[in-house]
């Protein structure tokens, strides 16, 4: 008997109007809920950009870097007072302390000099900036050095030493011959320390070089800056990095463009802001609600091997065509009345936002047949 009620039921179905039995399908393509920025953590001039619209980045790639402001030595020595660190802004520290940091030249002693003692020459009473002399204690001519008139003035004149050792605040002669002749001595100074070498600059920085006490040359990279302040002290220096894994939407700068701190790199639709986008008419509407399940197809798969499932996340309450672009009102004839609905789902790597799809909802009354047909065998 139970076989017989199970012969009938299953030929019910079968005459049954097909509406009732079929799925429901609509069609629809992958969309984005939005864009994600990435911004300029800092601001400069665009060096390069790695990327463009359509491409896919993941997590930690480079998209961009900002140029540098480069700052090097202008002289060879020691650094010494080393005030600044990475993430600090240049023009505070240098307010605080006079300069980023110093730099003790190698020509540590300075002479302040005038052409008082010098010899009854014309020519000895004018000296010229540049000159390289020779220097020699007045009292018994045993410490000796060679240095550089770099200062001159009416008749005084500031020598930097270049070599030798001296005692500070001994007095000496200073020659233009190194045999000093008395008939090349061109003044008299006094020896005193040569001023440390400030070194400044602008903006925030991103990369320090150099360590308190190294050992410098004129030219050597001391540290590299940004425009404005960084954010918590934090230099990540010159490259910015997607903090995202998805498809770049668009990019907003060029290379060689200037951008500010928090300026809009580009955009970044996110991997977890994929969703399918349909197209639901009215005499669809009772087929399909929010919270069902759906099966998802991509047309391009034809053996369906990435078919998946999705669930309805929202269908619009007002239809595509109640207003036009517009905003002016247009037909609303059952004909017209189309409503978008959207679809969540997990996106494997094979999916790519525009895709077109099929959105498939079982029928509810063939699922309850299904499930009575198994009860009854039972």
Not at 16 to 41: H, Q, R
Not at 100 to 115: C, F, G, Q, T, V
Not at 334 to 359: C, H, N, Q, W
Request: hydrophobic share 35%.
């Amino acid at each position: 008997m139970k076989k017989l009620l199970t012969l009938l039921l299953t030929l019910l179905l079968c005459l049954a109007p097909s509406v009732a039995l079929a799925d429901t399908s609509f069609d629809g393509s992958v969309v984005s809920t939005g864009a994600s920025a990435i911004t300029a953590p800092f601001g400069g001039v665009v060096a390069s950009l790695s990327v463009q619209a359509g491409d896919r980045v993941e997590v930690g790639d480079v998209v961009a870097t900002i140029e540098t402001t480069k700052v090097y030595a202008s002289t060879s020595g020691t650094v010494t007072g080393l005030f600044i660190q990475t993430g600090d802004n240049v023009e505070n520290v240098s307010t605080r302390y006079g300069a980023a940091l110093y730099i003790a030249p190698e020509n540590k002693y300075s002479i302040s000099a005038d052409i008082e003692k010098a010899y009854n020459d014309s020519a000895n009473k004018y000296v010229n900036i540049g000159e390289t002399v020779y220097i020699s204690c007045t009292s018994d001519g045993a410490h000796t050095a060679v240095g550089e008139i770099v200062a001159a003035e009416g008749t005084t004149y500031t020598v930097e030493t270049t070599s030798g050792e001296l005692m500070m605040e001994e007095t000496v002669n200073i020659y233009r011959s190194p045999e000093y002749t008395s008939s090349s001595r061109i003044g008299r100074g006094t020896v005193s320390r040569t001023a440390e070498i400030a070194v400044t600059g602008t903006g925030s920085v991103v990369a320090l070089h150099v360590s308190d006490g190294d050992p410098v040359e004129r030219g050597q990279l001391l540290f590299e800056t940004v425009t404005g302040d960084l954010d918590g002290l934090y230099a990540t220096g010159n490259e910015i990095v997607s903090e995202i894994s998805g498809v770049v939407a668009s990019v907003s700068v060029s290379a060689g463009g200037t951008v500010s701190k928090g300026d809009t790199i580009l955009s970044i639709y996110p991997d977890d802001s994929l969703e399918i986008e349909i197209d639901v008419e009215e005499y669809d509407l009772g087929a399909i609600a929010v919270g069902d399940d759906v099966r998802v197809s991509f047309n391009w798969d034809e053996d369906g091997a990435h078919d998946t499932e999705g669930n309805v996340r929202m269908i619009s309450y007002l239809s595509n065509a109640s207003t036009s672009a517009a905003g002016e009102e247009t037909s609303t004839s059952s004909s017209d009345a189309v409503y978008k609905g959207y679809v969540s789902f997990t996106p494997d790597e094979s999916v790519r936002l525009g895709m077109t799809v099929i959105v498939t909802v079982p029928d509810a009354e063939e699922a309850t047949a299904t499930e009575e047909a198994a009860e009854t065998t039972e």
